[in-house]
């Protein structure tokens, strides 16, 4: 049983950083690929950061240039580094995992991961 737990979140003002971890636990030797997404109260989940089949990373446009995204797998840890928060980048933000295909990952949009943690707030204040 994959767990998935979200670290980091917090209240910044504009302009502001912070930087998300997402620690995996369970089913170590097993590869997964790690990705954030995001929602806000009465919205649907959305996809922020994952990477592609080639090991790209792929990001929302709407944080390109602000937001990256690295995975460390000696560590089973992803991060998510946010800068130039803006107050529509806040949120729940949620760590997905899903299993690597071979060495890659899946081709799969983050919202359809099978393995979620419980959140992180981010609030971004103006």
């Known amino acids: 049983q994959v767990q998935l737990v979200e670290s980091g979140g917090g209240s910044v003002q504009v302009g502001g950083s912070l930087r998300l971890s997402c620690a995996r636990s369970g089913d170590t030797g097993t590869r997964y690929c790690l990705g954030w997404a995001r929602q806000v109260s009465g919205n649907e989940r959305e996809g922020v950061a994952r990477?592609?089949?080639?090991?790209?990373?792929l990001l929302l446009g709407s944080v390109k240039g602000r937001f990256t995204f690295d995975q460390d797998d000696a560590k089973n840890t992803a991060y998510l580094q946010m800068d130039d928060l803006k107050p529509e980048d806040t949120a729940m933000y949620y760590c997905?995992?899903?299993?690597?295909?071979?060495?890659?990952?899946?081709?799969?949009?983050?919202?359809?991961?099978?393995?979620w943690g419980q959140g992180t707030q981010v609030t971004v204040s103006s």
């Open positions: 990477f592609g089949v080639d090991g790209a990373r």
């Open positions: 997905a995992a899903v299993r690597r295909d071979g060495s890659t990952c899946p081709i799969l949009k983050v919202v359809d991961f099978p393995y």
